[in-house]
């Protein structure tokens, strides 16, 4: 395994972010990848939809996320990988969550982003609500996220 | 004292993000509370974690002082 490849760059974003800054800084870090998948959710621009909040819980959500990196590495040969998920506020067009996965091949690096998002989106300790007009909303996860995730159960690790 | 911590909708149902109750057996700490709120907290889908460790047995639990359970209703991320 390449040097480096032990390392993940997690982190819980309490304030905003620069997602074009952070791919940058990501790319030029890891120069043996052939392949760099980068995945960014934004809080997207809906009918009536002013505000979006996620909630965490500090002595669980972050280890999650590093537990949840340590997963994609042992099931992936990665170069490199860095996830990064906001907490708190966002508007329409804000970043939610960041991640890059670098790797040999693209295969790799396409399939470690996958999981890790399915992953985020579905197994992570965040909490979602949304405010419009009528006031704030708490949002449940979707079936599809259950499948989505389901889908990683029966695959091979590698 | 132990300390309750309400995620997600459930600081809504509680009316607050967490609360100090006085230490003993799970059962008892919840009968204490709004019955409303009590209901909330069993429900099937919400976990629970003991000082940031998810626990199986719910029924188990004995808070003792300076303990912090977390009542963790469906997560949605990303």
Known sequence: MAAGA?????RLALDPFDPAAEIA????????????VTFLGQVRLTGGVEALELKHYAPM????????????????????LSIIHRSGVMRPGD???LVC???????????????AMDHLKSQSWFWKREKTAAGWRWIEPRAEDFTDLARWDHSASR | MARLVFLGRLEDVAGMPQTEVPPGPVEQVLAALAPELAVALLDE??????????IGDRGAVVLGKGDELAFLPP???G
């Open chain 1, 6 to 10: 032990e390392m993940a760059d997690v």
């Open chain 1, 25 to 36: 800084a990501f790319n030029a870090a890891h120069p043996h990848a052939g392949g760099i």
């Open chain 1, 61 to 80: 959500t972050l280890p999650g996320m590093e537990e949840l990196a340590r997963a994609v590495r042992a099931r992936w040969l990665l170069e490199g």
């Open chain 1, 95 to 97: 970043p939610i969550v």
């Open chain 1, 101 to 115: 996965a670098a790797a040999r091949h693209r295969r790799d690096a396409f399939a470690a982003a996958d999981f």
């Open chain 2, 45 to 54: 889908k919400v976990r629970m974690a003991l000082n940031g460790r998810l």
């Open chain 2, 75 to 77: 997560v949605s991320g």
